[in-house]
């Protein structure tokens, strides 16, 4: 009895393994049905528009008025995208982005017209973004290594705060930003659902405040997708 | 509906994640660090200046309240205060003896807190209630739901005031020649006051006697 149930559920696998992985049979059957035009078909990645969500970590390094203000790379920098892939080169889709800067001086006296204050000054910049994006890929939607350039455009909610001790200084404002990028995607599986992202971004937004007169950076970042149709 | 839910569940995803991984710049602030002094000055000759008096308790200022106090670390506030001056040729005498100087030691606290609406949600409530804040321009967007917030704040600080008795001016008004503030963790420490004194007076060097 119990040999039998082991059996049952042995069929049971395969059988669901077979309906997960319909080319397990194709290909056996590959030669009775070679003139069917269906079997010679791309895998539905190819022929339809699908889906990819990706989240990626990396890090950041400042550029310009953002540098001389947060001297230090940046080690948060996280990244959640999603969006719809054309069967052709081009994607589109929505991106979510953050990315802190944090720079702390030693204690030294800042002077501003009558008024002396010594202190330990913590400079810091969090911008969250969110940007519609568009990709264009060089090979194709299920070639293993996916090589893509990338433009982005939309809001980033500055919180940009100067701390003198605890006092806080700060500007905290919707500016429009923009990024350019280019990265590869890596599929872990032949026609998988899964796979490896990294992209390397150039980041530019014309927010000003008392300390920037703009925020740019370079970002390098790495991280997971899945895409499902 | 599944792609409907996948979509939702992006975006519930993307908040959250937001929200976990604002970070606060002085969470990591040693106590030390966190001490601030603040010094203004006028463009008065302070070689002209020869007397002072101090009184022999603080002003403690709550909010819109006030009274005197005289604990422990109150007088050793005004004794440091006292010695710092001497110490920068100054002489201490009677408030009754006509002085220079009238020296005003205090302790403020002042704490506030309330609702604030917020209209956007990419606006963050606690910011702006600091000791230097301000809204910044456009953060407000319509269209959004209103979300109430609760927010309290408080502040405490040491502060001394001198006042100028020697040149009162027509309408009977003594003018601030110098005023400091003392912030942070750990300034009501007894062990802390004359450290913290110290330093106020090691930033002004103009404040001498001579």
Request: proline residues 4%; positive net charge.
């Amino acid at each position: 009895m119990r040999r039998l149930l082991l059996l049952a559920l042995v069929g049971l696998a395969s059988g669901a393994y077979a309906q997960q992985n319909p080319d397990y049979y194709n290909k056996k059957q590959d030669y009775e049905y070679r003139s069917v035009p269906t079997r010679t078909m791309g895998s539905p990645f190819e022929r339809y528009t699908h889906y990819q969500i990706s989240a990626r970590y990396g890090v950041a390094s400042p550029l310009g008025s953002l540098k001389d203000y947060t001297n230090a790379t940046s080690k948060y920098h996280y990244n959640v995208s999603g969006e719809f892939i054309f069967p052709k080169n081009f994607s589109l889709g929505l991106q979510f982005n953050y990315s802190y800067f944090k720079e702390r001086s030693a204690r030294q006296v800042y002077t501003e017209g009558d008024q002396d204050i010594s202190a330990v000054q913590t400079r810091s910049l969090g911008a969250t973004s969110l940007h519609v994006f568009g990709k264009y890929h060089f090979t194709g939607s299920n070639a293993p290594i996916r090589p893509y350039v990338l433009a982005g455009l939309g809001g980033t909610a500055m919180r940009n705060l100067t701390y003198f001790g605890y006092l806080e200084e700060g500007k905290n404002s919707v500016a429009l930003s923009g990024q350019v990028g280019l990265g590869a995607r890596f599929l872990f599986a032949k026609n998988g659902n899964f796979g490896a992202d990294v992209q390397a971004t150039y980041f530019y937004s014309p927010f000003k405040s008392d300390y920037l007169s703009n925020v740019t950076n370079v970002s390098a970042s790495a991280g997971l997708f899945y895409r499902w149709w | 509906m599944k792609r409907i839910s996948k979509s939702l569940l992006l975006l519930v995803l993307s908040v959250g994640i937001w929200t976990a991984c604002e970070r606060d710049p002085v969470k990591d602030l040693d106590p030390n660090d966190s001490k601030v002094f603040i010094t203004n000055h006028s463009n008065v000759d302070y070689k002209s200046y020869k007397t002072f008096s101090i009184p022999d308790s603080v002003l403690i200022v709550e909010n819109d309240r006030s009274g005197r106090g005289a604990a422990v670390q109150d007088l050793v506030y005004i004794d440091r205060i006292a010695r710092n001056l001497i110490a920068n040729g100054y002489t201490r005498v009677a408030r009754t003896a006509k002085p220079d100087l009238e020296v005003t030691p205090a302790r403020i606290s002042y704490t506030q807190s309330g609702y604030v609406p917020t209209y956007n949600p990419w606006f963050d409530p606690y910011w702006g209630y600091g000791g230097y804040g301000g809204f910044g321009g456009i953060g407000y967007g319509y269209g959004y739901p209103v979300f109430y917030n609760y927010y309290s704040y408080n502040e405490n600080y040491w502060y001394v005031r001198i006042a100028d008795l020697k040149n009162i001016s027509a309408d009977n008004k003594a003018n601030v020649i110098w005023d400091a503030q003392i912030r942070g963790d750990g300034i009501y420490q007894e062990s802390q006051i004359t450290s913290l004194v110290d330093a106020i007076f090691a930033q002004s060097s103009y404040l001498k006697a001579n």
